[in-house]
């Protein structure tokens, strides 16, 4: 989906220059029917989030989407997965078994992935009532907060599925149940951004409409979405890879590194989180200096890769 704006505008990824060039001969009627359209569309968009009706608890600050980017970068190991089980991506099975508002599902669509299971639902109950949909891979960025990194370790262990995990950095020392050999990893070229949909953290929401005297410096300091939402400040964090039972991590890292796995440009594949260097990031500040010209540069370059992947 792209709004009537984008579809209208040139410089736009989802400019429509058939519409553009009938807009003016239009009749006022179905003009009026498009906008009208466009208008509910939009609304659609902004009330997709919604925390208060989530059947689970949740932290607030748990209400991030991965960026669209991530998962450009993780297609290739997807593939390789596929490959692996003699299937194309559109007969690949996915499963994010943790619900926010629903990017997954969308994001991975567009890239080809048609069979992705992302629902609003209690990942834990699942497990308990022996729910847990048909699958050929895991894949997600779970929660950060509380134990939920333990917990999906624990179900890992007994899933039998290759498992692609987008984490922080950290996290290889937040659960003892985590053991370094069993992933390897792939690091991006640069750090992410993570996306808050509108409603996702109403309370935070609402306490900025009552500070209307920030509001126009809180507007220039933030990167806003209608598709995707509100964007956080990125930080390091990279994904954790089992391929077993499909291969061996071992395999698989020589595979990439030998070039049968065709990754994205800039993106790496390690056997041992150690080898990851800071210098891996594009968006690293070296040693906290920077000058403007660079930083708006990267803005630019981000907010362009952003409107490119979903036409918005």
Same mark, same amino acid.
């Given at each position: 989906?792209?709004?009537?704006?984008?579809?209208?505008? *040139?410089?736009?990824?989802?400019?429509?220059?058939?519409? @553009?060039?009938?807009?003016? =001969?239009?009749?006022?009627?179905?003009?009026?029917?498009?906008?009208?359209?466009? &208008?509910?569309?939009?609304?659609?968009?902004?009330?997709?989030?919604?925390?208060?009706? $989530?059947?689970?608890?949740?932290?607030?600050? %748990?209400?991030?989407? /991965?960026?669209?980017?991530?998962?450009?970068?993780?297609?290739?190991?997807?593939?390789?997965?596929?490959?692996?089980?003699?299937? %194309?991506?559109?007969?690949?099975?996915?499963?994010?078994?943790?619900?926010?508002?629903?990017?997954?599902?969308?994001?991975?669509?567009?890239?080809?992935?048609?069979?992705?299971?992302?629902?609003?639902?209690?990942?834990?109950?699942?497990?308990? +009532?022996?729910?847990? *949909? /048909?699958?050929?891979?895991?894949? =997600?960025? *779970? #929660?950060?907060?509380?134990?939920?990194?333990?917990?999906?370790? +624990?179900?890992?262990? =007994?899933?039998? @599925?290759?498992?692609?995990?987008?984490?922080?950095?950290?996290?290889?020392?937040?659960?003892?149940?985590?053991?370094?050999?069993?992933?390897?990893?792939?690091?991006?070229?640069?750090?992410?951004?993570?996306?808050? #949909?509108?409603?996702?953290?109403?309370?935070?929401?609402? %306490?900025?409409?009552?500070?209307?005297?920030?509001?126009?410096?809180?507007? @220039?300091?933030?990167?806003?979405?209608?598709? $995707?939402?509100? &964007?956080?400040?990125?930080?390091?964090?990279?994904?954790?890879?089992?391929?077993?039972?499909?291969? /061996?991590?071992?395999?698989?890292?020589?595979?990439?590194?030998?070039?049968?796995?065709?990754?994205?440009?800039?993106? &790496?594949?390690?056997?041992?989180?150690?080898?990851?260097?800071?210098?891996?990031?594009?968006?690293?500040?070296?040693?906290?200096?920077?000058?403007?010209?660079?930083?708006?540069?990267?803005?630019?370059?981000?907010?362009?890769? =952003?409107?490119?992947? /979903?036409?918005?």
């Amino acid at each position: 989906w792209a709004s009537l704006a984008d579809r209208l505008n *040139p410089n736009r990824a989802a400019f429509d220059p058939q519409l @553009k060039a009938s807009w003016k =001969t239009m009749s006022k009627s179905e003009r009026k029917r498009i906008i009208s359209e466009d &208008r509910k569309a939009i609304r659609a968009w902004k009330n997709r989030g919604n925390a208060s009706t $989530l059947p689970f608890d949740a932290d607030p600050d %748990d209400h991030c989407e /991965t960026s669209p980017m991530a998962y450009t970068h993780i297609a290739p190991v997807l593939d390789c997965i596929a490959e692996r089980l003699g299937k %194309d991506r559109s007969e690949l099975e996915i499963y994010d078994p943790y619900y926010c508002a629903g990017g997954t599902v969308r994001h991975l669509n567009k890239l080809g992935y048609p069979n992705v299971y992302n629902k609003c639902e209690d990942f834990y109950e699942v497990i308990s +009532k022996k729910r847990v *949909p /048909t699958h050929d891979v895991l894949l =997600t960025n *779970p #929660p950060y907060s509380g134990d939920h990194f333990d917990k999906l370790l +624990k179900f890992l262990k =007994t899933n039998g @599925k290759p498992a692609l995990l987008l984490l922080p950095e950290h996290f290889s020392s937040k659960s003892p149940r985590y053991r370094p050999d069993e992933f390897c990893f792939l690091s991006p070229p640069e750090r992410y951004h993570y996306w808050t #949909p509108d409603g996702m953290r109403p309370e935070q929401e609402k %306490d900025e409409e009552v500070l209307k005297k920030e509001k126009k410096k809180r507007k @220039k300091q933030q990167h806003r979405n209608l598709v $995707l939402g509100t &964007r956080n400040s990125p930080f390091v964090s990279h994904w954790f890879i089992n391929m077993e039972p499909v291969m /061996t991590n071992e395999s698989f890292v020589a595979a990439a590194n030998g070039g049968k796995v065709q990754l994205v440009e800039g993106c &790496r594949v390690h056997e041992k989180q150690e080898s990851i260097l800071p210098t891996n990031f594009k968006g690293e500040i070296q040693n906290n200096e920077e000058n403007g010209q660079k930083k708006k540069k990267r803005r630019r370059k981000s907010k362009k890769q =952003t409107n490119d992947l /979903t036409g918005y």
